[in-house]
């Protein structure tokens, strides 16, 4: 009996100083570009791109805070006009440095506390998606896998992949564990490759405690600084195929 195959995307936050994009991109279809709000600049975001066009990687923005100082990893209160003001500068920024390159950019997904201050509070989602509605009809949004963030921006036309993450811990309500916790972080490669087989082939992850939680993701992040990202990455390679899961083309 042959068995089905599965494909997923599976993507890397990058352009944040680790300075390992080119190992990683082989074993990666999409990259999220650190511009400026986090870390990054135009030099670096000109690398990445260029980067990620040679190699096929499906480039796309990772705004965030405007919080340099703590890697854009704490919650920030902005105002409404302050939060569009740093977004579309970040964004505008990729856009020239890509179009420049000739590398089309695919996707946005914000960083660390935005990211997930965007899945816990309905009216900064609302704000977030009214200040990318420019880029609606051009751009995929990596949100989290059934999260409010994601059902919104369905709702008003825009294409969304879900996302899961293959190296953090899950809380049962389909947080994250905080990076405070031990334990937040996988760094095992058996341990992120049992994660992203179960992500896809069953729709699951299991918390700490060993309860499971429905996440069925379109496309799986594993963060570029995550320490021994290289090395699990190079084992999803060799492990996912014999699962019949293989990258998005």
């Excluded at 791109?49 to 902005?78: C, I, W």
């Amino acid at each position: 009996m042959t068995m089905p195959n599965f494909e997923i995307d599976l993507n890397c936050d990058v352009g944040e100083g680790v300075g390992n994009e080119q190992e990683l991109f082989p074993h990666i279809s999409s990259c999220n570009i650190a511009c400026g709000g986090h870390a990054g600049n135009r030099e670096s975001m000109k690398e990445i791109v260029t980067l990620a066009g040679k190699a096929g990687v499906r480039a796309g923005a990772h705004p965030s805070y405007p919080d340099r100082e703590n890697f854009g990893r704490k919650h920030m209160q902005l105002t409404a006009r302050e939060l569009e003001e740093s977004l579309l500068e970040q964004l505008q920024l990729l856009d020239e440095v890509a179009a420049a390159a000739g590398v089309p950019l695919h996707h946005i997904k914000a960083h660390g506390a935005l990211y997930n201050d965007l899945a816990a509070n309905p009216a900064l989602a609302r704000e977030y998606l009214r200040i990318l509605t420019p880029y609606r009809e051009s751009r995929v949004l990596f949100v989290p896998a059934g999260s409010d963030l994601m059902r919104r921006a369905l709702s008003l036309g825009y294409r969304v992949w879900g996302e899961a993450f293959a190296d953090r811990a899950y809380n049962a309500d389909g947080s994250l564990v905080a990076r405070s916790e031990p334990g937040a972080v996988l760094t095992e490669p058996s341990r992120v490759f049992r994660q992203v087989r179960d992500l896809v082939l069953r729709g699951r992850a299991t918390t700490p405690e060993g309860r499971e939680i429905k996440l069925s993701p379109d496309t799986i992040c594993i963060h570029g600084d995550t320490p021994g990202a290289l090395e699990i990455l190079m084992y999803l390679s060799l492990e996912l195929p014999k699962e019949s899961i293989r990258l998005l083309s």
